[in-house]
């Protein structure tokens, strides 16, 4: 007698899978067995209920003792294509992740709660009857006649197609359904999306003429449809690499096939999702982190269904199933959004080569400023390289000029230099850009008579002065009221240290008293959509923008002819070895913001170390140089992505207990290692930021030539990490990859 045993994987911190039985009157037979791998199934575990995925069945002659019995199965068949189980199983391996941990992050929060898949029905206009003879006599032109038109022309539509033909449709639409001119339905199928949608004239007539390279571009990508390949288009901002990616996606929906769009959190902007939904014949579908839980599952319920065509999203939209995936776009590919930097720490680049080269599809990834991997890739011929040369619309040249703000007056930290530069800017009726990567008032409160200054108690840093009262740890969010005096001598002469992005919205303001000028930083866009009503209230008049990196990529800035970078220098005392790299990557970005068709770009840079050597190399250059020299570098240092990374981080409130772990960690990692003679386990070392939130933070450092040589040992390691007994006590992870060493 033999007992099919179910393995389940449940979202557990835990690397093992765990064994249930059939429910009593499941059928036994081998080919229904096996139709429950990949269901979702409630078990019970302890004393709770849980939700699992059935990893596999297996037969067995004898059963524990204790084994418990699946409660309910969810799904009649697998959850998810075959292709996103195969890449899940794959990723768990390659970053050391438990199966259940990795579906956790992979499924929406509804799924991975054992909710059924949602009802995708949606309501379908039609012309009626009296809507079919009536239509030539409603008044040309009008709205009404626009909306039956488009109606008569796609035979029905939903929400989103009518929201594509008209922003404003819906009390067009409820006029018309008033006069029963149009009838609604609910469905799913969407049968008329697809080819027939290109027979939309003005659909067609909205699409720019591809210019010489981006035609180029294009070809490339097509020609590489149904092949797994890493495609890396270069081109500054401009230079027209969102229009590649709509012809790509209309080529690659003309193939019946879907596309997903990444993008990083703030460049998934209401702008560009429009320019997305008005530029393709298809719905654009959305997952993003300002989503409820029932429309991040729609979503994905689309995808799946296939119903969904186009999905465009941030990091975890990479998880989205893609039964017909014919093409992965990741835009900005360089940008450290794409990194889940807690809990399982994927990088939705290396993730989306993975569904690649299991779907056998190309991924395309834009950048003006490819990270070092992109471009090791391309060097190693593991990816190809497309580039946009010139610019879509014409530009004059960005001039950039490096202040030498040594020994200068520097009042609330602007140069008199930057602060000529912004007058005429606004003289010109122009926009000026102050750029500051810092939030708050000042980075530092300092006592002028002692030395003594705010510091947070829980971590190792400063504490940010914010407006005049209030002191905020930004690593822990710890809050507390500014002294009146110096704690440490009592002395009056505390002293706001450095210029943050509200001290120079301030200094400016009063400066410029006749212009608007707007902050746009974390604190001003607490709201959905805040960065574009921002904007939208500054429109085209002259005035000042003032902002952290939030305002370095998305929003179309035509009046912006002058940006002011007020301070770097931190990025190059940095440590870090990437630390180069996005300082390169993010001086890019904000110059690029400077000057449009009919201004000439002006980008002041204000620095204490003008004779740095990444600000000649770049400035003369440009960032293939930059990039070049640096690769150099890394591979003279021996450092990724020459080589691979892997990084324990391991942190506790006790410092016994963290030792503790450490030794034991240790030993493992060095037994395991001498059978891995090319990878080396470094020494541990306390973490850049050794406490934080009142814990102490101290990692341990592997190193291999490969990423092959790596996994070799981590393969070896298996569990191992997860049942020392004194993991159980502190906060660790294994973090595959790591973009910093913090
Ligand atoms: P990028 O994504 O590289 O920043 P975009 O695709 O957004 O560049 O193009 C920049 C601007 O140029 C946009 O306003 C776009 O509509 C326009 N544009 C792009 N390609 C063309 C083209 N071939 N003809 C005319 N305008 C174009
Ligand atoms: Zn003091
Ligand atoms: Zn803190």
Not at 28 to 55: A, N, T, Y
Not at 615 to 624: D, E, F, I, V
Request: glycine share 8%; aromatic share 6%.
């Amino acid at each position: 007698m033999t007992y099919p045993v179910f393995r389940v994987a449940l979202p557990l911190p835990l690397a093992q899978t765990f064994d249930y039985l059939a429910p009593v009157d499941t059928c036994l037979d081998p080919e229904s067995l096996q139709r429950w791998v990949g269901c979702r199934v409630q078990v019970p575990f302890g004393r709770q209920h849980k939700v699992g995925m059935v990893i596999e069945v297996v037969n067995h002659s004898e059963i524990k003792p204790g084994i418990k019995v699946i409660l309910q199965r969810i799904d009649t068949q697998a959850l998810l294509p075959i292709e996103l189980w195969q890449s899940i199983l794959w990723l768990a391996r390659y970053y050391q992740r438990p199966l259940g941990d990795v579906l956790a992050t992979a499924l929406p929060q509804r799924l991975r709660e054992g909710d059924a898949l949602p009802d995708l029905a949606v309501a379908w206009f039609r012309l009626s009857e009296a809507g079919v003879t009536q239509r030539p006599s409603l008044r040309a032109n009008s709205r009404p006649r626009r909306l039956a038109d488009f109606l008569a022309q796609c035979g029905r539509a939903d929400a989103d197609m009518l929201a594509a033909h008209d922003a404003a449709w819906r009390p067009t639409l409820r006029v018309l359904m008033q006069r029963n001119l149009v009838h609604s339905e609910r469905d799913t199928a969407r049968p008329e999306l697809g080819l027939q949608a290109y027979a939309d004239p003005a659909l067609l007539a909205r699409r720019s003429q591809l210019n010489p390279d981006q035609a180029d571009a294009l070809r490339f990508v097509v020609d590489c449809f149904d092949t797994f390949a890493g495609l890396i288009l270069e081109g500054v901002t401009g230079s027209g690499k969102t229009e590649v990616y709509l012809h790509a996606i209309d080529a690659c929906l003309q193939r019946g096939q879907q596309a997903l769009v990444l993008v990083p959190e703030i460049g998934l902007t209401p702008q560009t999702l429009r320019r997305f939904r008005h530029h393709l014949p298809v719905p654009v579908h959305v997952l993003h982190s300002g989503l409820n839980e029932t429309e991040r599952v729609r979503a994905w319920t689309a995808m799946a269904s296939g119903e969904g065509r186009v999905l465009i999203g941030t990091r975890s939209a990479i998880f989205a199933p893609l039964p017909q995936g014919g093409l992965i776009i990741l835009d900005e590919e360089h940008d450290t959004s794409y990194k889940q930097q807690e809990g399982w720490r994927y990088h939705a680049r290396d993730v989306a080569m993975v569904r690649a080269r299991n779907l056998k599809i190309p991924v395309l990834m834009g950048s003006a400023t490819p990270s070092l991997e992109a471009l090791q890739g391309v060097r190693s011929g593991r990816f190809s390289a497309i580039h946009l040369r010139q610019r879509a619309i014409a530009k004059h040249p960005t001039r950039v000029q490096v202040i030498d703000v040594r020994g200068m007056a520097l009042p609330n930290g602007l140069s008199l230099p930057a602060l000529q530069a912004i007058d005429q800017a606004l003289q010109r009726g122009e926009q000026a850009l102050v750029f500051r990567n810092r939030r708050g008032f000042a980075p530092v409160l300092l006592c002028h008579d002692c030395g003594w200054r705010g510091q947070c108690q829980r971590c190792d840093a400063a504490l940010t002065l914010h407006g005049s009262k209030k002191l905020i740890c930004h690593h822990c969010g710890h809050r507390e009221t500014a002294p009146p005096a110096c704690p440490s001598c009592g002395g009056l002469a505390l002293v706001p240290q450095g210029a943050g992005t509200e001290r120079l919205e301030l200094a400016l303001a009063e400066r410029f008293p006749d212009v608007p000028v707007v902050r746009i930083d974390r604190e001003t866009t607490q709201h959905r959509d805040a960065v574009e009503k921002h904007l939208a209230g500054l429109g085209n008049q002259a005035g000042i923008l003032v902002g952290t990196q939030m305002l370095a990529k998305g929003h179309d800035l035509p009046r912006l002819s002058l940006v002011v970078i007020v301070s770097i220098d931190e990025g190059l005392f940095s440590t870090d070895f990437r630390a180069a790299e996005r300082l390169a990557q993010l001086l890019i970005q904000v110059s690029g913001r400077a000057g449009r068709a009919c201004t000439q770009g002006d980008v002041l840079l204000q620095t204490h170390l003008p004779e740095h050597p990444l600000l000649p190399t770049l400035l003369k250059g440009g960032y293939r140089a930059f990039a070049e020299s640096e690769l150099q570098a890394r591979q003279a240092a021996g450092l990724p992505p020459f080589c691979a990374f892997a990084l324990l981080r391991h942190e506790s409130a006790e410092q016994a207990t963290l030792q503790r772990f450490e030794t034991d960690a240790l030993a493992l990692l060095r037994r395991h290692s001498a059978g891995h003679g090319s990878c080396r386990v470094h020494a541990p070392l306390p973490a850049p930021m050794a406490r934080r939130q009142g814990r102490w933070r101290r990692q341990i450092l592997l190193s291999a030539p490969s990423r092959a040589a790596l996994q070799g040992l981590l393969g070896s390691l298996g569990t191992a990490l997860y049942t020392l007994p004194s993991a159980r006590k502190v906060r660790w992870s294994l973090d595959i990859d790591p973009i910093d060493l913090y």
